[in-house]
């Protein structure tokens, strides 16, 4: 069934699809749309599951880990500070082994306030142990919620899905939504009793049979088997298989349904000795400026990076480490450093074995919203053409020069 | 029987088999890791006696005091939860529960004053006003005792803690938790303490008979945070009431107020005296801290005028 609908709707048509038995949200912009199409789902009766309207995203947060906790499939929505105020409840989550679903339309954090794009909001929460996977277009939000889930409850961890604030989730757009009949072959029952196996507490009902596995215990408070750095082992253990898995859900999902979102997509970059990497609704765009780069007979590419958390090391590497160039465009800062897609792409090529690495550059810029043009995206293809990579970390993108002069000239002295 | 002449709405709750309850099967078991003379493993233990084996309780990092509960053998179930979603994860756990078709099995935060009064209050407040399905017990000890025994709102006033120390007690009244619940008229709202255990089982019992959002509000002393000999937790948990500083009550649908205990207005130094962490409080603070609680509990007989 094709519909016109925005990215807020297309996550909420998902929802629709996988049927959770509790779902949460507590409004904010850019990403209320969720709760209220949810909503409206659930009191014409297509979703048998409970709509809780809570206080906050604390609360929010917390009664879908209850409820994922006492074996039940959820999901919730946040953006921007929503998140932030989930923060703890993040790592509880992650820490249990909770496959908890959660869409967040990526808005900046305040002061002072912003109301539309940015990505700092999930990329401060990729500490937390929670997959991440960002996306492109409404179509793939829609779809990633599918294979979220079938990834969150295979792996029984968190899963996160990243959809730019307003330019995916407001702006409509044709998504084809899948057949009812095809999702439930593709999505299996979640299983809770898996959490067990894992070391986790779960009710005694969910228990598996046979007898109890190393630390299913039920009742007595959660501390688990073995030390807390034994504990993270585990987690980094499974958190690195994760990667694995989104590949193979991928290819399940693209059998049934035929599409696929690769977790590092290569466009272009057959015989390309610059790439550009960048990663959301950005990368739309970027595939036509390619194409047009391309045609112009410039030797350039795009890698679009869908998933961050965990990050696809050898992936990337692969996309990127026999370039010469390699720029990337990125909607978010960690002040004092540089981009933080751009830290973590330098921390994947760089081994100190003596390999040769390509030359980078990280620009930074439309972090409160501004548009990514294809006359930006040029442009910083271009720089990165014609210059060696620049001393400081951010190549600041789309600044006006006279904005950036007046703020040079009013930076305190403090020596 | 009261200072009041109105006649009171006012039932004894034990008054037909006093400890009817007590020879009731026992689900928690040693070790219970808290100081000599603590109330908590009481309230668990009794509630548990009461409640039966059909709970989910959800606890926080604490004092603990939980023992090892079983029943028949099998684990109670227990959920961990953090403070600033004490009252959040067992909406989402009874959520579940029902989506289990499970009506029976009740859910039942155990968490301390940190998280009824202050960290966790908005999300109570908000589970309250949604009337979820759950039985919260307050383990109220008056104060963060857990992390070392610091200042919390359920602290009475000229109260010492860790951060209010000699010198510097407390000046604010203890927060009243119980109107503000009660406010919100939720089904069912009741004190306790373990110095009555009838009355507090009988409650449990009560409670767990009831749908919606059910609040029993604990007084939990703690010996090392107030500072009274350990031997002293029921007499003084029996005084807190007799001398109409914790009066037992109970609350059904925020307007009918029911006084469960004649409380006996004794001398507020009975209860007062054996606790360092009033040592600040003069002669002439007593006379003031009288006063409060011989207005309050007018006020509570105004309202559980029949």
């Not at chain 1, 002069?405 to 403090?414: A, C, E």
């Amino acid at each position: 069934m094709i519909k016109v609908i925005s990215g807020n709707e297309a996550a909420a048509y998902g929802v629709l699809l996988v049927q959770p038995a509790v779902m949460t949200a507590y409004p904010i912009t850019p990403a209320s749309r969720i709760s209220e199409q949810i909503s409206e789902f659930a009191a014409a009766g297509l979703l048998k599951g409970k709509f809780v309207n809570v206080e906050s995203e604390m609360s929010s947060l917390g009664i879908v880990t209850g409820a994922s906790n006492a074996g039940m499939r959820v999901f919730t929505a946040t953006a921007s500070q929503g998140l932030a105020w989930m923060h703890e409840g993040l790592h509880w989550a992650s820490g249990s082994r909770l496959p908890v679903v959660l869409v967040d339309a990526n808005r900046p954090l305040g002061a002072p306030d912003n109301l539309v794009c940015g990505w700092i909001d999930t990329l401060s929460q990729r500490d937390t142990t929670w997959m991440q996977l960002y996306c492109e277009s409404n179509q793939e939000v829609i779809d990633t919620v599918l294979q979220g889930y079938r990834l969150a409850e295979a792996m029984y961890l968190p899963l996160m899905i990243c959809m730019d604030g307003v330019y995916l989730s407001y702006i409509a757009e044709t998504v084809d939504i899948p057949e009812q009949a095809l999702v439930d072959k593709y999505l299996p029952p979640y299983d809770p009793s898996g959490r067990a196996l894992l070391g986790q507490q779960v009710l005694f009902r969910h228990r598996p049979k046979g007898p109890p596995g190393p630390g299913a215990t039920g009742g007595g408070p959660p501390m688990g088997m073995g030390s807390w750095t034994g504990n993270r082992y585990d987690l980094h253990k499974l958190a690195l298989g994760c990667i694995d898995m989104a590949e193979k859900v991928d290819a399940e999902f693209k059998a049934i349904f035929g599409r696929s979102y690769p977790i590092v997509e290569e466009y272009g970059c057959e015989d390309a000795d610059t790439v550009l990497v960048t990663a959301g609704s950005a990368v739309g765009t970027s595939r036509d400026v390619i194409d047009g780069l391309k045609s112009k007979g410039l030797k350039v590419g795009l890698v679009k990076i869908k998933m961050f958390r965990p990050f696809p090391v050898e992936k990337v590497r692969k996309a990127l480490s026999n370039r010469k160039k390699v720029l990337v465009i990125e909607r978010d800062i960690s002040s004092g450093q540089c981009g933080i897609f751009f830290q973590e792409l330098k921390w994947a090529l760089y081994r100190g074995d003596g390999a040769k690495t390509p030359q980078m550059f990280g620009f930074v810029g439309a972090l409160g919203g501004e548009d990514i043009t294809p006359d930006l995206i040029e442009k910083a293809i271009t720089y990165t053409i014609g210059n060696e990579p620049p001393k400081q970390e951010a190549i600041w993108l789309g600044l006006r020069q006279e904005e950036k002069d007046d703020y040079d000239k009013r930076t305190v002295k403090v020596f | 029987m009261t200072t009041t002449k109105e006649p009171l709405r006012y039932s004894k709750t034990n008054i037909e088999a006093p400890l009817k309850y007590v020879n009731t099967p026992e689900y928690m078991f040693p070790p219970i890791m808290t100081c000599a003379g603590c109330s908590y493993g009481l309230i668990y233990r009794l509630f548990f006696k009461a409640a039966g084996p059909k709970v989910v309780i959800t606890t926080l990092p604490g004092c603990g005091g939980t023992g090892r509960l079983t029943a028949d053998g099998k684990p109670i179930d227990q959920v961990r939860t953090a403070f600033g979603n004490a009252a959040s994860v067992p909406v989402g756990v009874s959520m579940a529960l029902a989506a289990q078709g499970d009506t029976e099995t009740v859910v039942a935060p155990i968490v301390g004053d940190g998280a009824v009064f202050d960290i966790g209050m908005g999300a109570f407040s908000a589970a309250a006003e949604r009337n979820d399905n759950m039985l919260v017990v307050g383990k109220d000890n008056e104060g963060y005792q857990n992390t070392g025994g610091q200042r919390s709102s359920a602290s009475p006033w000229m109260t010492t803690s860790a951060t209010t120390p000699s010198g510097a007690p407390k000046l604010q009244f203890k927060k009243d938790v119980d109107a503000i619940f009660a406010a919100h008229g939720i089904p069912y709202l009741a004190t306790a303490t373990v110095g009555f255990p009838d009355d507090y089982m009988m409650k449990v019992k009560k409670a767990m008979k009831i749908k919606g959002f059910r609040m029993i509000h604990v007084l939990s002393l703690c010996p090392t945070g107030w500072g009274f000999p350990s031997e002293m937790t029921l007499e003084l948990s029996r005084m807190a009431v007799e001398t109409r500083v914790f009066p037992l009550f109970e609350v059904e649908n925020g307007i009918k107020y029911t006084i469960n205990h004649p409380s006996k207005g004794l001398p507020l130094s009975r209860y007062v005296e054996p606790q360092r962490r009033f040592r600040e409080l003069g002669p002439e603070d007593m006379a003031t801290f009288e006063s409060y609680v011989q207005t309050r509990w007018k006020r509570l007989c105004y309202l559980a005028r029949a």
